[in-house]
């Protein structure tokens, strides 16, 4: 019997009061929750969707063929769960689960054609009788025989939107954000990055935070991991109108990231794996797996720290089979130059580059902002490997550019274009296209 009504989130947050999975959960629950896996094997997400009445019910989306493969415990209260199967709106049939502790393996139905399928998992013989409570608990669906792998993807790089935040009524962030999810699937859309320059300044009420905090949570609200560099703009460094907010202490306020993390965090990224610092998002690194590989998204504070630059050698180590994508404010410049200075933070692009980016085999790509427009250069690192280097700064006043990366795995190839939602405009003079990337397997 149910006891609560919920539509439960899947991961990045806390759910249910306990901490989120290392994966989100694959699973949309009605009259429901998203609860900690507690049988055997434990699935990837770390969590099973638990199903209370009648009305309950968990619905996925996953791609093959054959019969529907799930995962399930149950709690036995004069009697064990029954489930129903429903593919693609059409129900295939039932299963009773008969274990407490081992999610097993129970095939559901008559086989089904190969495509992407909605699957949805229904209680069907709710009972409660003291002290027991009749519930079922699914921790995975999958078909018979796995779909095969979709080499094709993309991810999106925001551009500085300083320019984007100055009041509400400008809803060009937002728009990007909405067009964005809106096209999710036509991309194939798996990460949202940003070079940084997310606000131009902080005022005593964080108003421009707030019209950032909102045009993201389209972002968030679609379950599209995510993760913001911070700008120089999005430190207390700059003041009011964008100047030194105090000359006498920048090197000091460009570490000053107080506001920004209190606008943004690790939770709503969603994806974040690690920080450099705790509570902090000024360095950290989300993983997310598409095109059949592992990837790695490696966001760094502007100019970084040595300290920080040693912690980020430490965490492409460590992750080998992930393709690296770094993301820092300043890193080319217009020409497509490596930059030299380390203006008012600790280390130059350039130390970045020596130290960090041609070191490692697995480092793909770089994005920046800061300064220019648009520009690209590569790379060939200490190991041979190709690294692509992207600026997308713009500081537009009249659209809302965003850098589109599609990675093909199978053909080992990378388009980029740059594309402005808010008044349909095209910037093709910025398109690029490369073979040999190389990805790591």
Not at 138 to 148: D, N, R, S
Not at 211 to 228: D, F, G, K, Q, T
Request: charged share 15%; proline share 4%; glycine share 8%.
């Amino acid at each position: 019997m149910a006891v609560a009504t919920v539509v439960a989130a899947t991961g990045g947050a806390l759910v249910d009061g306990t901490a989120s999975a290392a994966e989100p959960s694959p699973f949309t629950v009605v009259d429901g929750a998203i609860r900690t896996a507690t049988g055997a094997p434990v699935p990837a997400s770390g969590t099973h969707a638990s199903l209370w009445g009648n009305s309950s019910y968990a619905t996925t989306s996953i791609s093959g063929s054959g019969r529907v493969l799930i995962g399930a415990i149950g709690d036995n209260c004069q009697g064990w769960p029954t489930v129903r199967v429903t593919v693609d709106g059409v129900s295939v049939g039932q299963t009773t689960i008969v274990s407490a502790t081992n999610y097993g393996t129970y095939p559901v139905g008559a086989a089904v054609g190969p495509g992407q399928h909605t699957v949805q998992i229904q209680l069907i013989n709710d009972f409660r009788a003291d002290p027991c409570d009749r519930n079922v608990h699914i921790a995975y669906a999958q078909m018979e025989t796995a779909g095969a792998t979709d080499t094709k993807f993309s991810f999106a790089v925001l551009p500085d939107t300083q320019q984007e935040v100055l009041n509400s009524s400008d809803t060009r962030f937002l728009n990007r954000t909405n067009w964005l999810v809106q096209n999710r699937s036509a991309l194939d859309l798996r990460f949202v990055a940003s070079s940084g320059d997310v606000v131009n300044w902080d005022t005593p009420d964080h108003s421009q935070y707030v019209v950032a905090r909102n045009a993201m949570r389209p972002i968030e609200n679609a379950a599209i991991p995510y993760s913001l560099a911070i700008g120089n703009h999005d430190t207390q460094a700059t003041g009011v109108g964008g100047s030194a907010r105090d000359p006498e202490h920048t090197r000091e306020l460009v570490r000053d990231t107080t506001v920004f993390n209190r606008y943004f965090t690790a939770s709503q990224y969603r994806a974040v794996k690690g920080q450099f610092e705790a509570g902090n998002v000024d360095n950290s690194y989300s993983t997310f797996e598409a095109g059949g590989v592992q990837w790695l998204v490696l966001t760094l504070e502007l100019w970084p720290r040595v300290e920080a630059v040693n912690w980020a050698k430490n965490v492409v180590a460590a992750n080998p089979r992930h393709n690296v994508i770094v993301v820092t404010h300043d890193y080319i410049d217009g020409n497509a130059n490596i930059e030299q200075s380390a203006s008012y933070g600790a280390t130059s692009p350039q130390y970045l580059f020596d130290n960090l980016i041609k070191q490692y085999a697995n480092i793909r790509f770089v994005f920046s902002g800061h300064v220019g427009v648009a520009a690209n250069r590569v790379d060939t690192g200490v190991n041979g490997n190709k690294i692509y280097s992207f600026l997308q700064t713009f500081h537009s006043n009249t659209t809302n550019p965003v850098r589109l990366v599609e990675v093909d795995t199978a053909a080992n190839s990378l388009r980029t274009w740059i594309y402005g939602p808010y008044n349909n405009q095209s910037f093709t003079e910025y398109d690029r296209s490369f073979t040999g990337l190389g990805v790591v397997r």
